[in-house]
């Protein structure tokens, strides 16, 4: 949007993004029927592993080929499920939020790929509702609509709001991590990006679809036709900082504590933190794992906590 545009123009066209894995269960007006179900919600964790118990990723022919977390459709649904007595019946889509948010702006539903992928319900190699697994765990196709389109795709236009904004095409989108990869032309793999943000990120591009090289890491559709990515994640990464501020240095300011933890010399004096505040997907894929400082003597202060090499170089397991 340029600065004319804010003064009260018009933009060219609308894209959607946002975080991933985050279900939204609605009506067929698009009307919310239950809070939303985030990324980091744990309360899948045990459907999840039922699922991971009965069907391991490589058994899997040919639908998601990916292993089984609580952030997936599949056991999100089954939270939905467990809710309110009259709920299941009245579910007429399932939306990731950003597909949600699109359909509040155009009227229109459509899945997206690079999100869907996260749903353990794609055929993520064919980049297409895997049907016949749909089926197999009860989930209604006519929830998801038709096959989703590729991000860059046209999915509708504005019929919201005031009458200028009526009628601007609104493409279909991405995930925040594809699409932080394309706005920083990471597309190809000999090119991975680090995204740290509540949780942390490393995602890797492939030219081809190859099956998740490890359980606890993903492969998924990237934001451009024909290619995908591998993403390992830290469920708690910049969001360990913020708790420990908020716990041991309630109101001070970030550059502060930069200030303090440059004193700190390299390897906090043995300090390890195990950033599990969150549980864990990779490396460990243990939901219930929880935060560890490792290695606290009287020779430690507030400031090695802090440390700046922090949480990365610390966040490792002792030998």
Not at 13 to 22: R, V
Not at 32 to 44: C, F, V
Not at 237 to 244: P, Q
């Amino acid at each position: 949007m340029t600065d004319a545009d804010a003064a009260g123009g018009r933009p060219e066209a609308i894209g959607c993004s946002g975080q991933m894995h985050t279900l939204m269960v609605s009506d067929n007006q698009g009307h919310p029927l239950y809070p939303a179900i985030l990324w980091s919600d744990t309360r899948p964790a045990p459907l999840a592993a039922a699922v991971a118990r009965q069907y391991e990723p490589e058994a899997l022919t040919p639908p998601p080929r990916q292993p089984a977390v609580g952030s997936v459709y599949l056991v999100q649904a089954a939270v939905a499920e467990g809710g309110p007595p009259d709920l299941w019946p009245r579910i007429r889509h399932v939306a990731v939020a950003k597909d949600w948010l699109r359909q509040q702006l155009t009227g229109r539903w459509q899945a997206e790929v690079s999100d869907a992928a996260g749903t353990y319900l794609l055929d993520v190699a064919g980049r297409r509702w895997a049907n016949d697994w749909l089926a197999e765990h009860g989930i209604a196709a006519a929830w998801l609509g038709s096959d989703p389109t590729e991000s860059a795709a046209f999915a509708g236009t504005v019929t919201i709001g005031p009458a200028r904004w009526q009628g601007i095409p609104v493409v279909a989108g991405a995930g925040d991590q594809p699409a932080g990869a394309a706005g920083t032309g990471v597309w190809t793999p000999d090119r991975a990006m680090l995204a740290v943000g509540t949780s942390g990120v490393i995602l890797h591009p492939r030219a081809a679809f190859t099956p998740a090289p490890h359980p606890t890491v993903h492969a998924f559709c990237h934001a451009r036709p024909a290619t995908w990515y591998v993403m390992g994640v830290n469920q708690a990464a910049a969001d360990s900082l913020r708790w420990l501020r908020a716990t041991i240095a309630p109101g001070s300011r970030y550059p502060e504590l930069d200030q303090e933890a440059a004193a700190v010399p390299p390897g906090a004096e043995g300090l390890f933190f195990l950033p599990y505040l969150s549980g864990e997907r990779a490396p460990g894929g243990l939901p219930h794992a929880r935060g560890v400082f490792w290695g606290l003597s009287t020779a430690h202060s507030r400031a090695h906590r802090y440390w700046k090499g922090w949480p990365a170089t610390c966040a490792r397991q002792p030998n």
